[in-house]
Structure formats: structure tokens, C-alpha cells
């Protein structure tokens, strides 16, 4: 399957292209965010706030946290106590960090199927000054929540495969990806 310039040939290819589709979106949503704020201050100092800059800039900030948590997720590095788990041999540390992924895809899945519901009641509500509804601030949660469980099953995958939590092609590709970005551009 072919995406633009980007050619999906394994699962790994796409998982690959959704990882670089993530770096482009909070790029662009951290410009926007940047700016919107940059404008708040500018058009405040002239006399003629903007009002809409405020609330696009907490939304964005919303949906880029989901990004940032997922990320997280993906390099295995939200703040944890595993003082404990590290001192167990390697085996019983996996098979808690498979443990904790499936009660993880639990939760998730829970949350997934009851965002609807909010989003749902939020949908008549509307963001003041930018008119359109509340349902875009809440509906963040679905794509934390599916981006999330997708990575937590990857996650299992590879310690049944490989033995590890962090997938090998997350650490190989970090290491030039500015570099493989502007590459890809060009």
C-alpha cells in the first residue's frame, strides 16, 4: 500500500508511517499553538484582543497531550515505580508488564466505549468564541484511547515475541529522525 511517498509493505511499515504521521501533527500542532498564543499577546498589546486565540490553543493543547501520551507509551516512559519489578528476574518482569498491558486494554477500552456518552452530551455545547462544538475537546479521549490500546498490544506482541517491551524499531529509528523526515520531504 502506498501513502504519498511512503510505501507500507509490513505491519511494521505502518506503524512506522502512523509514528511519523504522529511527529508531523504535534509539530504542527505546537506552531499553531505557538501562534495562536504569540497572536493572543500581540493583538491584547494593540488593543484589539482576539478572542478566539484562548480556546484554540487549549484544545490544541488537549489533542497535543494525546499525542505526548502516547509517545510516552510508546517508549515505555510515563513515571513509574519499578524498583521492585526491576529486581525480579527478567521472565517475572515480563510477564507483570504483559499483566499490567492487559488490565491496561481493559481499562482503555472502557473509557474508549464510554467517551461516547460524553461526547454525545457534549455535541449541543459550544466552545464560545470558536462556534463550534465541545465535542472536539472530549472526542481527544477516543484517539488517546485507541492509539493507546493499539500500542499496548503491540507491546504484548513483542514481549511474547522478542522478550522485550520497547519494540526493537522504535529505538533503531530514533536515533536520525530529523534527518529521515527532511529526507522523506524532499
Request: charge should be neutral; include cysteine.
Amino acid at each position: 500500500m502506498k501513502i504519498g511517498k511512503i510505501t507500507i509493505k509490513t505491519p511494521a511499515d505502518g506503524i512506522h508511517a502512523l509514528e511519523k504521521l504522529e511527529q508531523y501533527a504535534s509539530v504542527l500542532l505546537f506552531n499553531v499553538i505557538l501562534f495562536s498564543l504569540f497572536w493572543q499577546a500581540v493583538s491584547r498589546k494593540i488593543g484589539v484582543p482576539a478572542t478566539w486565540t484562548d480556546e484554540t490553543a487549549r484544545l490544541l493543547f488537549v489533542w497535543m497531550g494525546v499525542l505526548g501520551c502516547h509517545l510516552a507509551q510508546r517508549e515505555n516512559i510515563h513515571v513509574r515505580i519499578d524498583a521492585v519489578l526491576l529486581a525480579l528476574p527478567k521472565k517475572f518482569q515480563l510477564l507483570i508488564e504483559a499483566a499490567i498491558n492487559v488490565v491496561m486494554i481493559g481499562l482503555l477500552s472502557m473509557i474508549f466505549y464510554h467517551t461516547f456518552s460524553i461526547v454525545q452530551r457534549k455535541s449541543f455545547t459550544p466552545l464560545v468564541t470558536l462556534g463550534i462544538s465541545e465535542s472536539w475537546l472530549y472526542g481527544a479521549m477516543f484517539l488517546w484511547c485507541a492509539l493507546t490500546i493499539i500500542e499496548m498490544i503491540a507491546q504484548l506482541v513483542n514481549i511474547i515475541r522478542h522478550g522485550e517491551v520497547v519494540r526493537a524499531w522504535v529505538v533503531e529509528d530514533s536515533k536520525n529522525d530529523f534527518y529521515d523526515i527532511k529526507e522523506e520531504l524532499e
